[in-house]
């Protein structure tokens, strides 16, 4: 991995982004198959972040990646309080274990693991790679590649409309654009990685009762719009983008 890395930082983010999305969908499949959500799934996470973290550790790249104590205090990002309500949304409509315990225990895992993978890989590996160029350029590709990621929820079963889709990928670009800028200026990954690993894993005890479709593109427009809008709104106002 050294020499790829040496020879272009942007392409080995994205080999790494590519693996990432081929051999989770493989893995999702053959949970499926094994009949108990996210249990290859969770193997293979473990195994590609335990591969990033000691390559990172090993070549001495904490500190670039963002392994490390932030250091603005958390005041300054409002305590983080938007992130925290963005990750408590899922139990909203109620709290339970629809996966069944094996489940729930190997979803768990896998969202927890792909909180650290994808803050890694999208805030870390592509954001710093290409930040030393352009650093506009480096957030706004960094926010979209990971947005539009989502894009696959047309197509793997999910079950989502189009519309439920779209408000997805504008919500999930607005995450991107906000925890960008916390690592940007906090110079940590940390409380990116927690929300987005809280955010995910969280999802396994909502409830099995179904939200109405209209209702959960209306709540989810309004955190679209007012919590992630309002906070991205703060953090550019109160962090004037500079090289630093």
């Known amino acids: ?18 693996a990432y999305v081929v051999l989770s969908s493989l893995a999702d499949q053959l949970s499926e198959s094994a009949g108990v959500t996210k249990s290859v799934t969770a193997v293979l996470h473990i195994a590609m972040s335990l591969v990033l973290f000691f390559w990172i550790r090993k070549n001495g790249l904490g500190e670039k990646y963002g392994f490390c104590r932030p250091e603005l205090p958390a005041r300054k990002f409002l ?54 160029d352009n650093l506009k350029t480096a957030i706004i590709v960094s926010s979209l590649t990971f947005g539009i990621g989502h894009i696959v929820n ?13 408000v997805q990928i504008v919500f999930a670009v607005l995450v991107g654009f906000v925890l960008v800028l916390i690592f940007y200026h906090g110079k940590s990954l940390i409380p990116c990685i927690l929300f987005h690993s809280a955010n995910n894993a969280l999802g396994a005890f909502g409830t099995e009762k179904s939200m ?17 809008g309002g906070y991205a709104l703060y953090l550019v106002k109160k962090f004037p983008l500079k090289k630093q």
């Open 79 to 132: 305590y983080y309080l938007p992130l925290v309500i963005i990750a408590s949304a899922s139990l909203w409509n109620g709290v339970g274990l629809r996966l069944g315990l094996a489940g729930t225990v190997c979803y768990v895992i896998s969202m927890c693991c792909v909180g650290f993978l994808e803050e890694v890989i999208f805030r870390g590996l592509l954001f710093r790679a290409m930040e030393k």
């Open 1 to 18: 991995m050294n020499k790829l890395y040496q020879k272009s930082e942007i392409m080995f983010a994205v080999l790494w982004i590519a």
């Open 154 to 166: 047309l197509f793997n079963g999910s079950g989502r409309t189009p519309l439920s889709t779209a």
């Open 212 to 228: 109405d479709p209209k209702a959960e593109v209306v709540l989810n427009i309004a955190l679209t719009v007012i919590v992630l």
